[in-house]
């Protein structure tokens, strides 16, 4: 049997609510407008603040409030344009979109702006509620439409009871200085109908937010439809049962933001707060467990109210809609009464039950009597579920690298060897750490009297786990608090506990206690007195593998000048450890040294509290509890802040040990000095022996680690309907098309609501080139061709302009294209292919033909119709420009020349050799028609292959390692130039590449927006870029230059330019980095001896690592997963890898043509082929080329590059620039801090 107290009972079973409750103050005594009656009336209403809707801002707009239950931001067409053929081309709210009718007296729509403060606080509170993790402003104006009592149009009169069903619904929009919100309400018993007739059809009431006709550069497109509603009729109804605002009949969505909008954002709160939820209390006689989440809930068949049991038991089930609506993460324990009250406090971990949950005082009488129930007999209410708390039912919440175990009162999870953690978050032995999340709050400087306010800055951290160093950076740094915010490394202290080097038989705090705690910590600054406090949390481990943590600041830090640098003395700081509580407390000194020289000594106090919740049902107590007290000793501090780049940077290595000890261990693995790759664990044995064992999720001897392709040894690691995806260390699953996660989080089954087609890429209307997908409604789109073709929008045929009648001038050839045509010019004429006139001889021309006539001068000249033996004669190519490869045919050599005809040093080839490489250094003519953009054309997201061809930059996007040849665009228009190299830095999404006829080496976002020069021409400083490589990581770029015969670094941005090599190089073209192990890759084309070469980023260490059966070296690329080096040659026809460290070296295909450049993707090779005019793929598996793709204009082929999705995760010495003033230049092991080849400022040179 079950026992209730009586009065718990009748709460349970006794709730209602008004079904006008929700509903925000309106009527005439609200100050209210209406609108007129009608089936179709609309009023304007002017708005005193800005709306943010999609993309858009409007500021001092009128709104258009209609009867048919939408408000619009521009004038609505006629109602038979949009009912039923949603979306539609008005930019519109649809709050209950039906043929909706007020005609009849009892209906009424009413409307007003309010900035009043009762209602400010009533929006906020609905936005926070839906929001509860977002930092979201206050309000500053809203404004409210309310529709009471309207009826369905055609019913009302009609004598069979339609015309007493009515509706009630309200749209509240609240606005902030960056945002704007929808707060849509639908009261309990106010939808009486779900549907209107239409044209003599019966359709469903509609909601959702519509984007309208966007308006584009070259024509228009119909914008989103965020449908809230399905085409399902319980969509309709469970409007008002349901929420994703924790109060049944209220959502709230945001619509719009400042500066950047990402999509229509729904609340995420689907369940009413737990102090709103009615639970039944137990007695001491039967302890009875609360609901269980993971058990599905039962109900009675009798029930007669679906949303009464709601109230009591939340459901995790959200309204179906086109975006689904996030549920919130389930709370795993009970929590203990937090030390410190923060905003955001952390989701506990654990389920620790309680005997009673205390019940609400107006449901408590004084004397409970106790009914009893037998458990069979009928309820209208859901019987408790008993004590779950096992592993069959939860093994699901332990981390995938840790097994369950069941105990007397529950479950705990452990994680396996090779892994540590607290088993909810478990991380590999010896692999690096990334961290990411927010810095915010309030910081005071000195004596200033206003505080410097820090918002949702970027924090990032990298910690190297088996030496124990770690590293931290916040963006955004003003420079009012940049200096002074050196004080506190202690920001990235935590971190570094959290992952320090373990000494014998002591554990760091990962292993402890997880991802997943709190952090109060307080600093006081001597002399000055000066105190701020420290609020972190710790969320865990996200889908990205990476820890998640929040920071808040609050107090005040003394003035630092700008400019001074701060030196933080080595500490230790001594840890207690208690049941789910740490402390520590620590005196710190550190030195500033200003820019005038003057140094000062100061001192700080740190004190912090570390709160946690540890596994309460393991019976052989928490596993720190033996260790109650360990040391943390932190030296090799270094703190910067770069006030250029607005980041503060902060780097420590941390080791926890015991207190007291007199040896000091020397084995390499406890001091950090044992040389292992950064993915391994350095494993020790007796005396200074140790030896390095890879972590998981990698292979290799330990010194060289490389990633396991765990989706392609395991093809089935993610099981049916879903796809793998390899990641470094680990891999990741995602379901396929058409299937969604199942609750467990890990199976994945079929979707059942309406999918948009045209955004998942699943129509089959054209490609995008050609025709337009719209969604309309459901499942439902439309096809239709863009301007420059014809067909029905499934094939789309292009229009053959040329053959239209004077599309171009008389002296012109026309030349068709997809959706386009171009006009040029006819030989001997130049012009825009519109106009032409006769053009004058190049120098080419002129010299060739003074060749020609100087050799038929003389005696015998009319019996000489050819040059006499020994005359050379220039070639041209069909522009008149000089060919790049120029040969005298009598003395059987050959040449390259530059653009105006003079030989190029070191490329003459003799009797019986191939003719050299020559790249042509003339300019492609100016293309015609429309003239280009010289700016970035946006490409989507996703990797692409980027290659240059001569005046421009094309990207192709891939489908996994498919080519999708119907998709290639243009990226980039230079005609003007010759491009050779092209180079992408994943991190700000920029393509770098070099230019030969400028010469410059030049970059342009991803993202739009207008060529930035890095380098241009400075007489002998740079004569002939060709070869162009970045190194991610530590912010450089090195490129070859074949004139000069040097190979060069710089900062990404130009800066700090060196010669890294000037001597041993004839002909260096391509060259490619290795961030992890920092090392540098090129080739030199020299005729005479043709090799590649391998160094040091910082010059060090430089040797041969290929000479042997090599003839023309052209493309270099490095695979950072397997580190391995590539290179095509064009003159022994092949593509070969090695392995650089063993010197392994393998062909992949033979055969080839004339390759230029080369690229790794995964398991594929893509180069560009001179002869073939093409980009072709190579599986370096299967050693065979699997596809080509041909561009749609035919030219030589040169530089080609990847743009990846995200960077690799890799990691050198100089990814905070290692504390140098200027170069930072990372090596195996460590860095060089080089000072540029000019003179910039004071500048230290140093090895590390």
């Known amino acids: 049997m079950v026992i209730f107290t009586e ?39 002017p708005l005193s603040g800005s709306l943010l809707f999609f993309e858009e801002k409007y500021d001092k707009v009128y709104v258009s409030i209609n009867t048919n239950g939408f408000v619009a931001v521009v004038k609505p067409p006629a109602e038979e344009e949009y009912l039923g053929k949603m979306p539609s081309e008005s930019k519109m709210i649809a709050v209950l979109l039906g043929d909706l009718d007020n005609s009849d007296g009892q209906g009424k729509v009413y409307f007003r702006q309010d900035s009043s403060p009762n209602v400010l606080g009533q929006a906020a509170n609905h936005i926070r509620q839906a929001f509860p993790e977002g930092n979201v402003e206050e309000p500053t104006s809203t404004f409210i439409v309310t529709w009471e009592n309207m009826a369905a149009q055609g019913t009302s009169g009609r004598g069979d009871q339609l015309d007493t069903k009515r509706i009630t619904f309200q749209l509240v929009v609240a606005s902030t200085k960056s945002s704007s919100w929808a707060i849509l309400l639908y009261p309990r018993d106010g939808l009486q109908f779900i549907s209107t007739s239409i044209g003599g059809d019966r359709k469903l009431l509609e909601a959702g937010f519509n984007e309208g006709l966007v308006t584009g550069w070259l024509w228009n497109r119909q914008g989103l439809y965020f449908r809230i509603t399905t085409d399902e009729e319980t969509s309709i109804s469970e409007l008002t049962k349901k929420t994703n605002a924790a109060h049944t009949g209220v959502w709230v969505y945001k619509i719009g933001s400042s500066p950047f909008f990402l999509e229509i954002t729904p609340g995420t709160v689907s369940k009413r707060p737990e102090s709103e939820t009615v639970a039944p209390a ?149 692999k690096p750490q990334r961290m990411n999340g927010k810095v915010n709050g309030q910081v005071y400087v000195g004596n200033l009297p206003s505080p410097v306010r820090l918002s949702n800055n970027d924090l990032h951290s990298y910690v190297v ?32 506990w ?15 206690i997880g991802g997943v705690f709190s952090r109060q910590a307080e600093v006081i600054f001597q002399p000055g007195n000066e105190r701020l406090s420290i609020k972190q949390e710790f969320k865990g481990i996200d889908e990205h593998d990476h820890l998640v943590m929040s920071t808040d600041l609050d107090g005040r830090l003394p003035a630092v000048p700008f400019g001074s640098t701060v030196q933080i003395d080595p500490y230790k700081e001594i840890y207690h450890y208690d049941k789910n ?11 500033v040294t200003s820019p005038d020289g003057n140094v000062q000594t100061r001192r700080c106090q740190w004190r912090q509290t570390i709160t946690f919740q540890s596994c309460p049902h393991d019976e052989s107590e928490w596993a720190g509890a033996a260790l109650t007290t360990q040391q943390l000793s932190v030296d090799q501090i270094f703190v910067m802040f770069d006030a250029d780049n607005h980041l503060i940077r902060y780097a420590m290595s941390n080791k926890i040990g015991p207190i007291h000890s007199s040896f000091l261990e020397q084995n390499p693995c406890f001091t950090g000095r044992h040389g292992c790759d950064i993915n391994a664990v350095c494993r020790p044995s007796e005396g200074l022996r140790f030896s390095c064992e890879c972590t998981a999720g990698f292979t290799g001897d330990g010194r060289y680690c490389h990633d396991i392709d765990e989706c392609r040894e395991t093809p089935l690691v993610c099981g049916p309907n879903a796809v793998c995806s390899n990641q470094p260390g680990t891999f990741h699953c995602e379901c396929s098309t058409g ?149 005298h045919q009598s003395i059987e050599q050959c040449w390259c020349v530059d653009a105006n005809g003079h030989e190029i040093p070191n490329t003459r080839t003799g009797p019986h050799s191939s003719p050299p490489l020559c790249i042509n250094q003339a300019v492609t003519p100016t293309p015609l028609g429309p003239t280009p953009r010289l700016d970035i054309h946006p490409i989507t997201p996703g990797t692409h292959l980027l290659f240059a061809q001569s005046g421009k930059i094309e990207h192709v996007p891939l489908d996994g390692y498919i080519i999708k040849k119907e998709e290639a665009k243009p990226l980039l228009h230079i005609p003007d130039r010759v491009v050779i190299a092209v180079a992408y830095d994943c991190l700000d999404k920029m393509v770098y590449w070099t230019d030969i006829t400028g010469p410059a080496i030049s970059k342009a976002n991803l993202s739009g927006g207008d060529i930035i020069p890095v380098y241009l021409c400075s007489c002998s400083e740079l004569q002939s870029p060709e070869g162009i490589a970045i190194d991610h990581v530590a912010r450089l770029l090195f490129w070859t230059d074949s004139m000069r015969d040097t190979i060069e670094v710089s900062k990404l941005d130009g800066s700090h330019r060196s010669v890294l090599f000037d001597t041993d190089l004839i002909n260096p073209r391509p060259i490619i980095t290795n961030p992890s192990y920092g090392r540098l890759y090129w080739a030199d084309w020299n005729r005479d001896g043709p090799k590649i070469e391998m160094s040091n980023m910082d010059g060090t260490e430089r040797i041969v690592l290929v000479k042997d059966n090599l003839a023309l070296p052209n493309g270099l690329t490095f695979d950072y997963e397997n580190q391995q080096l590539c290179w095509a040659d064009a003159g022994t026809r092949k593509v070969e890898c090695m392995d ?105 040179e140093r090895n590390l």
């Open 7 to 45: 009065a718990v009972l009748v709460a349970v079973l006794c709730s209602s609510v008004d079904h006008l409750g929700e509903l925000f103050e309106f009527g005439e005594e609200a100050g209210d407008l209406q609108l007129p009656p009608g089936s179709d009336s609309t009023a304007e209403l």
């Open 282 to 430: 137990s007695t001491s006689a039967e302890r009875i467990q609360q609901r269980y989440p993971d058990q599905p809930e039962s109900r009675s068949p009798e029930q007669s109210d679906p949303d009464q049991n709601e109230t009591r038991y939340p459901t995790s089930e959200t309204l179906q809609s086109r975006h689904i609506i996030p549920t919130p993460s389930e709370a795993r324990y009970s929590p203990d009464e937090p030390r410190y009250s923060t905003p955001d406090p952390v989701q506990p971990r654990y389920s620790e039950p309680e005997p009673v949950q205390p019940v609400p005082p107006h449901a408590a009488p004084q004397h409970p009597q106790i009914v009893v129930v037998d458990e069979d007999q009928d309820l209208d209410v859901n019987v408790f579920a008993y004590n779950l708390e096992m592993c069959a039912h939860n093994r699901h919440k332990c981390s995938a690298f840790a097994y369950c175990r069941d105990y007397s009162r529950g479950y705990c999870c452990h994680c396996r060897p090779g892994f540590y953690g607290n088993g909810k978050d478990c991380v590999a032995e010896g």
């Open 465 to 496: 786990a088996n030496d124990g160093r770690a590293y931290v950076a916040i963006s955004n740094i003003p420079n009012s608090v940049g200096p002074s915010l050196q004080l506190l490394s202690s920001l990235g202290g935590i971190i570094g």
């Open 498 to 512: 959290a992952f320090a080097l373990e000494q014998p038989s002591y554990e760091n705090g990962f292993s402890l």
């Open 581 to 591: 509580l740490i402390t520590s407390s620590s005196s710190r000194n550190y030195t």
């Open 739 to 887: 299937f969604v996660f199942a609750s467990d989080g890990r199976t994945c089954i079929e979707e059942n609501h309406p999918v948009d087609h045209c955004q998942r890429g699943t129509h089959d209307c054209d490609v995008p080139e050609r025709a337009l997908c719209s969604h309309t409604r459901g499942s439902a789109y439309i096809c239709s061709c863009l301007a420059g073709f014809v067909g029905d929008g499934r094939l789309c045929r292009d229009i053959d302009e040329c053959q239209q009648q004077d599309r171009c001038h008389a002296e012109a050839f026309c030349s068709n294209t997809q959706g386009s045509y171009a006009c040029q010019c006819r030989p001997g004429f130049h012009g825009d292919g519109f106009r032409c006139s006769p053009r004058e001889k190049t120098q080419c021309q002129q010299q060739r033909e003074s060749a020609i006539a100087s050799a038929g001068s003389g005696i015998f000249s009319s019996f000489r119709p050819r040059p006499v033996v020994g005359q050379y004669i220039p070639q041209c190519d069909e522009h008149g420009a000089y060919k790049p490869t120029q040969c």
């Open 1140 to 1244: 650089p460290h063993r010197q392994l070296r393998r062909n992949i295909v033979e055969g080839i043509q004339y390759p230029f450049a080369l690229v790794s993707f995964g398991r594929n090779l893509y180069y560009t082929d001179w002869r073939r005019e093409a980009v072709v793929a190579v599986d370096r598996h299967l050693e065979r080329e699997t596809e080509e793709f041909l561009p749609q204009k035919r030219s030589r082929l040169y530089g080609i590059a990847t743009t990846a999705t995200q960077c690799p995760q890799v990691y050198n010495y100089c990814a905070d620039n290692g504390g140098c003033s200027h170069l930072c230049l990372p090596r195996l092991g460590g860095f060089t801090c080089r000072c540029p080849d000019t003179s910039e400022g004071q500048c230290v």
